[in-house]
Nanobody
Framework: VQLQASGGGLAQAGDSLRLSCAAS????????MGWFRQGPSKEREFVAA????????YYTDSVKGRFTISRDDAKNTVYLQMNSLKPGDTAVYYC?????????????????WGQGTQVTVSS
């Protein structure tokens, strides 16, 4: 599966952005999806994940109540709606797919990755 992330950009604290991740191939609906991010001088960290059929989601604590992950299988796309952005959200955001049907927070469970999209939040 090839993934193309988009929607990043510059934002001010409190703003919203929506990231999109378009997937190629016929297997999108059979895969769980996740978003990860890597900030300056930081390791890549889990942000959010959604199950194969979209009925379950999982978030890291720092984004709960602010970010929402969703998917549209008709468009082979997964989204990350980011509200109330904070400077600490500044990072390159990556989408990824996993063969596990349920949301997975572990980096090693994902096998295909997009190229990343930069999100920069100023105070």
């Amino acid at each position: 599966v090839q993934l193309q992330a988009s929607g990043g950009g510059l934002a001010q604290a409190g703003d919203s952005l929506r990231l999109s991740c378009a997937a190629s191939g016929r297997t999108f609906s059979t895969r769980g999806m996740g978003w990860f991010r890597q900030g300056p001088s930081k390791e890549r960290e889990f942000v959010a994940a959604i199950s194969r059929n979209g009925d379950r989601t999982y978030y890291t604590d720092s984004v709960k109540g602010r970010f929402t992950i969703s998917r549209d299988d008709a468009k082979n796309t997964v989204y990350l709606q980011m509200n109330s952005l904070k400077p600490g959200d500044t990072a390159v955001y990556y989408c990824a797919t996993t063969l596990y049907p349920q949301p997975r927070p572990n980096y090693s469970d994902y096998d295909d990755w997009g190229q990343g999209t930069q999100v920069t939040v100023s105070s």
